[in-house]
């Protein structure tokens, strides 16, 4: 833990530097949130091991030597980040904890450079950058080139407000296109080149950079007689301060994620570059009783918008073994928050992929979510590489029971054959009570684990007997009388769900949930699909040679027609119970994709909707896509369809179709 902690000191001292004094980050703002936030999670479990010059005691980086250094004040804090609504609501609650009922600033998070501007008798004396919150850089002679900084304001009276200054998304380009015709190096975003541009000895560069200003925040409301953020934001646009007119007073936490809701939706379309929604105590005496920890406000934090792709390292690769024997590799990644929610694991799907990828243990790389949901590695920075990085090998046998692995004929995964592999046993029985299988609730993958090592569940049929177990059930911690019953009842519940979703429990290769609903659709009876022939499967809708061969060499095997039939003895229904597909020429055989929030039905209620009429759904908008449907609040994808030109239809229009039929 020692050797870790003095790692990430040192990471974070070196981005800090590179960031704040050269203006060249050599980290992404995602891996630096995510180091910060391993370091305070460490102090807090290790008090002992905190130092005097830990990065969470102090804020921003060194002074370049070129500048008169200012001293603030009032010290210049950053805020906390938040990076979720789960975040957000944790914040709301620490405040009314402390017994107040409060109301909220909303800002737009502009991302640029902060600045304190110092005025005597109403005219601009110094400016200056935040530095360590305590002695920033004197600025002022290239600030006073900005044009939106007052060098006067409106009453002769001493103050010193606070903003940031940013370059416009307009000028960046332009000046990047100047750049590229002098062949000089291009910055990276508007937040390095407005830095950049404040930071030049010579003002006439600066002036020419056309940067501009928003403030924001005033260090001393009560001096003033203001005893409210909101009220001080219109006492400095009295002044003559340019404040952004996006700000809003919200009476609860649930109109702040409104608000990041809507601006979120806004956000390509500003003429600034935003990474998030500042939210601030609206009460100035509110603000002083919840007071400081040694680097943030209270009563403030900074919603950070959640990133597309982001970078972290690959710690290792490991490998697990599916229901059906197939061997998957695995990345093992340092913790990283990708669109909201924290990546720690991801799929390499085989050893082509990995290889393709030229992935090693060691690397940075770059990770998404494919879909909106799936984790996915997008590649190395090769770059990054220190020539500590280890190649990656492919197993030869399983991991768990050690048989040969071996691939099937024309695929290019690797597959333990045995069939009394445990892994595979348990990974069987886990798919089969899932929520879209069988759907058994209370028994989640930690319980089946447990019944499997106890041998209460061996196999799928041991389901259905674990009533017979019921007096053992009881004595085991975290169970009773009414846990047990309620699993139990869930598990007799399940004896009457319909076909469809006995055949996706059963676990054959490349029978998916959709796969699994046409094949119910189509013969009703588990009978009858078990003794469908091969050429009557190929020709149905959907499903080719590939899975009519997987669904008669299933069916083929006598454990598996066995097991089948005691499940029939048990009284587990056989039979379709869904409404049967009536093709529908607005859906049959069209393919479509859904964006946004539906506010009259589920996806998933949608999805059925429309393969019921003979259509299919996809999770991604491509050439082969016939129409998107567009709810609230979509994503790409409906960019995407535009720019494909491909059909859209609002809610509106989609349950017109489902009403015309």
Sequence with gaps: MQERYEELIKIINEADYNYHTLDKPTITDQEYDKYLRELYRIEEEHPELKKEDSPTNRTGGAILDEF???????????????????????????????????????????????????????????????????????????VKTIKTVPLTINKEIDIEVRGEIYMSKKVFNQLNEVRRAEGKELFQNPRNAAAGSVRQLDSKVAAKRNLECFIYHLPNPLDYGITSHYEALQFMKD??????????????????????????????????????????????????????????????????????????????????????????????????????????????????????KDLKIGDIVSIRKAGDVIPEVVGPIKERRTGQEKDFE???????????????????????????????????????????????????????????????????????????????????????????????????????????????????????????????????????????SFDDLSQVNDIGEIIAKSVIHFFALDYNIKMINNLKELGLNMDYLGENIEEDENFLNKTFVITGTLTSMSRDEAKNKIELLGGKTSSSVSKKTSVVIVGDNPGSKYDKAKELNIEIWNEDKFKEMLNNK
């Design 68 to 142: 008169k250094k200012v001293t603030h004040k009032i010290p210049m804090m950053s805020l906390s980040n938040v990076f979720n609504e789960d975040e957000i609501i944790t914040f709301d609650s620490r405040i009314k904890k402390e017994g107040i009922m409060p109301t909220y600033v909303c800002e737009l998070k502009i991302d640029g450079l902060s600045v304190s501007l110092r005025y005597e008798k109403g005219k601009l004396v110094t400016a200056a950058t935040r530095g360590d919150g305590i002695t920033g850089e004197d600025i002022t002679n290239n």
């Design 239 to 356: 002044l003559g301060f340019r404040t952004n007119p996006n700000n809003r007073l919200v009476s609860n936490i649930n109109e702040v994620l409104q608000f990041i809701d809507e601006k979120t939706s806004e956000r390509d379309n500003l003429p600034y570059e935003i990474d998030g929604i500042v939210i601030k105590t609206n009460s100035i005496l509110e603000q002083q009783a919840l007071g400081f920890t040694a680097k943030y406000p209270k009563w403030a934090t900074a919603y950070k918008f959640p990133a597309t792709e982001v970078l972290t390292k690959l710690t290792d690769i490991i490998f697990t073994v599916g229901r059906t024997g197939q061997i998957t590799p695995n990345a093992v990644l340092e913790p990283v928050i990708v669109q909201g929610s924290t990546v720690r694991r991801a799929t390499l799907h085989n050893e082509d992929y990995v290889k393709e």
């Design 394 to 532: 492919m197993i030869k046998f399983c991991p768990i029971c050690h048989s040969p692995l071996m691939k099937k004929d024309g695929q290019v995964d690797y597959f333990c054959f045995n069939v009394n592999c445990e892994r595979r046993n348990i990974e069987g029985i886990i798919h089969f009570v899932s929520r879209k299988a069988m759907n058994i609730d209370g028994l989640g993958e930690k319980i089946v684990e447990d019944f499997y090592n106890m041998h209460f569940i061996n196999n799928i049929v041991d389901i259905y007997h674990l009533n017979k177990h019921r007096e053992d059930l009881i004595e085991l911690e975290g169970y009773g009388d009414k846990s047990v019953d309620n699993l139990l009842k869930a598990i007799e519940d399940s004896k009457n769900n319909s076909l469809e979703r006995l055949i996706f429990g059963l676990g054959i290769p490349h029978v998916g949930e959709k796969t699994a609903k046409i094949l119910a659709t189509r013969y009703k009876t588990l009978d009858n699909l078990i003794n469908a």
